[in-house]
């Protein structure tokens, strides 16, 4: 069974950056998808970004032109670059592996202070 690590998340001040990094524990050789969701409390679980094997990606119109979410040249692990950050995208933020079923991560905090 695959796990997922991720990691990068802390405190940054409105404006700011943060990059998560999340890494697969083995290497991922079939058509896959990796990405990032968030959940505020009180809220649901939400998409932020998505990335194919194929590098296509996909983000949620919240984050559009200021996350960018990448892969690494092993393409078992996955970035989030957040830039401009705003006290809303205060959250848990989940990595995200779909091969046939879904792989989450642990979560990390992501707090953003105005």
């Known amino acids: 069974q695959v796990q997922l690590v991720e990691s990068g998340g802390g405190l940054a001040q409105a404006g700011g950056s943060l990059r998560l990094s999340c890494a697969a524990s083995?290497?991922?050789?079939?058509?896959?998808?990796m990405g990032w969701y968030r959940q505020a409390p009180g809220k649901q679980r939400e998409l932020v970004a998505t990335?194919?094997?194929?590098?296509?990606?996909n983000y949620a119109d919240t984050v559009k032109g200021r996350f960018t979410i990448s892969r690494g040249n092993a393409k078992n692990t996955v970035y989030l670059q957040m830039n401009s950050l705003k006290p809303e995208d205060t959250a848990v933020y989940y990595c995200?592996?779909?091969?046939?079923?879904?792989?989450w991560g642990q979560g990390t905090q992501v707090t953003v202070s105005s």
């Open positions: 995200y592996l779909r091969i046939i079923h879904v792989t």
């Open positions: 083995e290497s991922i050789f079939s058509s896959n998808t």
């Open positions: 990335i194919t094997s194929g590098g296509s990606t």
